[in-house]
């Protein structure tokens, strides 16, 4: 996979060759890195296997990764606006997802779309909190869009269980993290949602999480996190 540092650093050679004017992180971003690296449908199927850390460093956005499967395709996103809590994570096809915190609050072009997510001030999973201060349960509300129909809502009510402490790696780098099971029911409808988070700050390294009834789980992986300033 040397070819891939070696296309990439010329990439963001070319990227810091750009001007600086523009407002938004797609402005500024060379084309030839979204291509190659985050990846389109006409891209080389090995571009969605597991880039190099070296490779991914590079990037120098808050960058995550998303896989339906385990061992599936890896696709790449960087983030490209910032709403107050929200962070846009977009692709080169501006597919890609919203988060706060370590929850998904929106989805674009990842088939029947999450529209908007409201749940409590003190969700633990949208606003970073120590593992001893996470509440015993929260509710949430998951809006999707439907074409041509009105939107629709599915409210749950979310309970945590601590599984273990694991050792975890993402991309090359090994974190210790708690895995926390979410298991989320409204009486009709149960699903879970997995957290591998650091005990002390609540920060989300990884996640696998519900995104509708027709609609596959998704693993999201924190490559290079987004600070605020």
């Known amino acids: 996979m040397k070819w891939a540092a070696q296309v ?9 060759a750009c001007s600086s004017s523009g407002t ?23 571009v969605t296997q597991p880039l190099p850390r070296a ?5 120098p956005f808050p960058t995550i990764s998303l896989q339906t499967e385990d061992d599936g395709p890896i696709g790449y996103a960087v983030a490209q606006e910032v709403n107050g809590p929200y962070v846009i994570y977009r692709d080169s096809v501006r597919r890609g997802v919203t988060m706060a915190g370590g929850l998904v609050t929106g989805t674009a072009g990842l088939g029947r779309n999450v529209k908007a997510v409201k749940t ?3 969700d633990p999973v949208a606003v970073p909190t120590a ?3 996470w509440p015993a349960r929260v509710t949430r509300s998951y809006q999707f869009s439907r074409r041509g129909a009105a939107d629709f809502d599915i409210t749950v009510t979310c309970s945590y269980a601590h599984i273990a402490e694991e050792r975890v790696v993402i991309f090359e780098v090994f974190y210790i993290l708690d895995r926390i099971v979410e298991n989320c029911t409204n009486g009709i409808r149960t699903f879970e949602n997995t957290h591998w988070v650091d005990a002390d700050t609540g920060f989300i390294w990884q996640s696998r999480q519900w995104l509708g009834p027709r609609q596959d789980q998704y693993l999201i992986k924190i490559i290079r996190r987004y600070v605020a300033p």
């Open 131 to 133: 593992l001893s201060d």
């Open 120 to 122: 409590q001030a003190n």
């Open 24 to 46: 938004s992180l797609t402005e500024r971003l060379a084309p030839e890195l979204f291509d190659l690296v985050l990846g389109d449908d006409e891209v080389d199927p090995a």
């Open 8 to 16: 990439l650093a010329g990439s963001l050679f070319m990227l810091g």
């Open 55 to 59: 490779a991914l460093v590079q990037i």
